[in-house]
């Protein structure tokens, strides 16, 4: 690696500035959608991470795709459905019936993304 490379990788380890803000920002979005989607969505806090697993809510029949296709196609919102993330063991898939959501985006479009959330599920 070029000695400027270096010396700028340090640079960067040796702040935690940053780490702390991004923290911050994902504790105060999972406060946001605790709060604004805890009584309709089962959400549980994950111990780490920035994502959310979120059991598909009654109008989907626990049927994680289509939950995704609507968040998608009528929600503009990407998520992942849980099925896709593991697979069958015993003839049953543990992820099936919930879909990831990642936290990724500010805190301004988590706001927006929860209210058209609450618009899909008619809140």
């Known amino acids: 690696m070029p000695i ?20 911050a920002l ?10 604004e989607l805890g009584e309709l969505l089962e959400l549980r806090m994950p111990e780490a ?13 626990g049927d994680d795709e289509r939950f995704v296709k609507a968040l998608y196609e009528q929600a503009n919102i990407h998520a ?3 099925r896709y993330l593991s697979r069958d063991i015993d003839g049953k898939n543990p992820g099936q019936g919930y879909v990831r959501i990642a936290l990724v ?4 479009e988590s706001r927006e993304a929860i209210n058209r959330i ?3 599920l008619g809140a």
Not at 105 to 108: E, I, Q
């Open 4 to 23: 400027p490379h270096q010396l700028a990788s340090i640079a960067a380890w040796q702040d935690e500035k940053h780490v702390a803000h991004n923290r």
């Open 26 to 35: 994902y504790q105060e979005k999972f406060a946001l959608w605790m709060s």
């Open 49 to 61: 991470g920035f994502y959310f697993w979120i059991k598909v809510p009654e109008p989907f029949d």
């Open 80 to 82: 992942l459905a849980g």
């Open 105 to 108: 985006a500010s805190v301004d």
């Open 118 to 120: 609450r618009k899909l």
